[in-house]
């Protein structure tokens, strides 16, 4: 009887001891972010007359995210020298801006950017 007794308590004991897997969450992906899409106007042409000013606005036209960063450059094109620069944080969807450095007969190039700050 003590050896039934015995083997009765080394089962037990084992199957006490069986290890037991972690029902551990699966892991989350991450979210991917929609691509931004803009629209400017002045829209996007080649040739646009201006005095001296430049009035831009740029909405974001796709899902906003939390915040996005504007980058504007403004470069002379027959010294390939930027002449006006701004980046700029908003929770807004649009931003407008005046420009003010265009002179009379000359090419200027503008670039837009808009990427989310997360």
Avoid: R
């Amino acid at each position: 009887m003590k050896k039934h007794s015995l083997l009765i308590f080394i089962l037990l004991l084992g199957y006490a001891c069986k290890k037991t897997e972690n029902s551990a969450p699966p892991p989350t992906v991450p979210e991917t972010e929609q691509q931004l899409t803009i629209t400017t106007e002045p829209g996007n042409s080649n040739t646009i007359d201006i005095k001296d000013t430049l009035n831009l606005k740029i909405n974001v036209t796709s899902q906003m995210p939390s915040e996005v960063i504007y980058s504007i450059d403004v470069t002379k094109l027959d010294s390939n020298k930027s002449v006006y620069k701004i980046d700029s944080i908003s929770k807004n969807s649009s931003l407008n801006l005046s420009i003010p450095v265009f002179q009379s007969f000359t090419n200027y190039s503008t670039k837009v950017t808009v990427t989310s700050k997360t």
